[in-house]
């Protein structure tokens, strides 16, 4: 079950609710009484990232880092 904390509450005590939320608890923030928002632990990643793992997926044109000169223009406010 998730604690609720007003919105005033939780402007005064953020560092403290943030340690109790790093432990794992969920808090419920309300304004009047009412939930607005919840603070949630973030997810860790479980297994460590595999590089190249959309290899083969992507396909990047032999020209893509060349600008074409209407999208400079553009860029710099010229044209249309």
């Known amino acids: 079950m998730a604690t609720?904390?007003?919105?005033?509450?939780?402007?005064t005590h953020l560092s403290q609710l943030l340690d109790r939320v790093a432990r794992g608890e969920e808090i419920v923030l309300a304004r009047a009484g009412r939930p607005v928002a919840r603070l949630v632990p973030i997810g860790h990643r479980t297994e460590p990232r595999v590089p190249g793992a959309w290899r083969g997926l992507v396909h990047l044109a032999n020209d893509f880092d060349e600008l074409p000169p209407e999208v400079a223009a553009a860029f710099r406010g010229e044209g249309q």
């Open 4 to 11: 609720s904390v007003n919105i005033y509450e939780a402007k």
